[in-house]
């Protein structure tokens, strides 16, 4: 009997077009029907308030000119998609309310076919994700610290010391392999710095010669040399109230050692050409990923230079000694580079993030962004396979891995797990790897359930021990 009722009572709803009405308003996403010509033929309640209208004003209106106060121009946008007859992806707009509040709006669209004539017309949605947007601004705010990404334990304690160099002008030596990141910490110890608003001056020591160095970085004046054809500012003036970043200074020669020593000490350059000394006031960074101490005892770098130099120094640890943080640089840089190809891709797949945890990783994370670089170039689809990744990277499957490339596999795991309460959905998700692929992995190292998983022991036994990402 209540079936039939109901029944009934739906059918008599759905006939009415003031039913339709009452739902189409009662949605709080703003909807919006165009036309080929940009003009208005329907909308609801919600949209009609993002555009500061009534609906029967808005009706039978351009476009542009009920929203164009209030959005930023997107009908270039919706100009293309018609002549696409694509839909407009990703498009996140600014939206102000009449308080001066500010909000978020994605716009998706969608195409209905007219069956009574040839018209396209445009369905446009109007949804708001301002509180999505904080949280996800919040969750990179964890990931990240200024241009740096990851949250392994070794990373952490980098931003710590990195927080408490930039309250200083101690100079400052940044040690690490090739690709750790060494400009970017740089870079974050001077935005970090009272210096921030001054200019941040980079020089490769290694890509010029002795002589060309030497007037790159202190300058030279008109007729020093046969091409100097007139005066020349040097990086050191540049950087005059800022920061100077000498990256490679493992490179300098002796000769440039000595005057380097000389502004550092003393505060003073001498430009090529000029014996009058010129006071700057430069912090001074430098990085090197060669071994300092070890050129001292081959006498190609100055012991008093080096001590000077190391007043703060900090190491950046390589990609292998911190893979937990693999999954948020894979997800860093498929955002850059979807927004620098306009490619959708979304991840990548299981077999992928296996060969990335057991691959070494000389390049670091440059060769992490290398490869992801070269998955977008092949990549069709939205998962980027084994097929899509550098020839060298899919090898690794064929190799055995080296004993401690494993162990430091396994204790990763084990932390996950662990810190779970040896839940292995919520390890698989910690880890950023599907369940079957840690059961797996758990089977082939040998990993059995610890005594202690039963009580919160566990969690202060590995407090200080990896941090791995969630």
Not at 182 to 208: G, M
Not at 213 to 236: M, P, Q
Request: hydrophobic share 40%.
């Amino acid at each position: 009997m209540k079936k039939s009722i109901l029944k009934n009572d739906l059918q008599i709803c759905f006939s009415r077009k003031d039913c339709f009405e009452i739902i189409f308003n009662s949605v709080k996403e703003g909807i919006l029907v165009i036309n080929s010509d940009m003009l208005i033929l329907n909308l609801n309640k919600a949209a009609a308030e993002y555009g500061g209208v009534t609906r029967d004003r808005a009706i039978g209106k351009v476009f542009s000119s009920v929203f164009k106060n209030h959005f930023r121009n997107i009908e270039i946008d919706l100009k293309k998609a018609f002549k696409k007859q694509g839909p407009v992806k990703g498009l996140s707009i600014d939206y102000f309310e009449k308080n001066g509040n500010q909000k978020k709006l994605m716009i998706k669209t969608a195409f209905l076919a007219d069956t009574e004539s040839s018209d396209t017309r445009m369905v446009i949605l109007f949804e708001d994700i301002t509180e999505l947007s904080k949280l996800r601004r919040k969750l990179d705010q964890q990931y990240k610290f200024q241009s740096i990404i990851g949250k392994n334990k070794k990373m952490r304690e980098i931003y710590w010391l990195i927080e408490r160099v930039a309250d200083s002008d101690a100079t400052t030596l940044i040690l690490g392999e090739s690709g750790t990141g060494k400009e970017l910490a740089a870079q974050a110890i001077h935005e970090k710095s009272r210096r921030a608003k001054k200019a941040f001056i980079k020089v490769n020591c290694s890509a010029l010669s002795e002589s060309l160095l030497e007037s790159e970085l202190f300058g030279h004046v008109k007729g020093a040399y046969t091409d100097a054809i007139s005066d020349r500012i040097g990086r050191f003036q540049l950087a005059d109230k800022g920061t100077i970043f000498l990256d490679e200074i493992g490179d300098l020669s002796l000769t440039i050692q000595v005057k380097l020593l000389r502004a550092l000490q003393e505060g003073v350059i001498e430009r090529v050409g000029d014996p009058t000394p010129m006071h700057v006031d430069a912090r001074i960074i430098c990085a090197t990923n060669k071994d300092l101490k070890n050129l001292i005892n081959n006498n190609l770098f100055r012991e008093d230079l080096y001590y000077r130099l190391k007043i703060i120094s900090m190491k950046l640890p390589p990609l292998r000694e911190r893979k937990d943080d693999i999954v948020l640089l894979v997800a860093h840089f498929i955002k850059k580079y979807n927004l620098k190809t306009g490619k959708n891709i979304q991840s990548i797949n299981d077999d992928v993030l296996d060969l990335f945890m057991r691959y070494p990783w000389k390049g670091n994370v440059r060769e992490l962004e290398n490869a992801i670089e070269h998955a977008f170039v092949l990549c069709r689809s939205k998962v980027i396979a084994t097929s899509h990744i550098p020839v060298e990277i899919k090898d690794i499957k064929n190799d055995c891995c080296p004993s401690e490339e494993i162990k430091d596999e396994k204790k990763l795991v084990e932390s996950a797990l662990i810190k779970s309460g040896w839940n292995k959905s919520k390890a698989a998700r910690a880890l950023g790897i599907d369940r079957t692929t840690l059961w797996r992995k758990t089977k082939e190292m040998g990993i059995k359930e610890h005594p202690l998983s039963e009580n919160n022991s566990q969690e202060k036994l590995f407090k200080h021990n990896t941090f791995v990402a969630t």
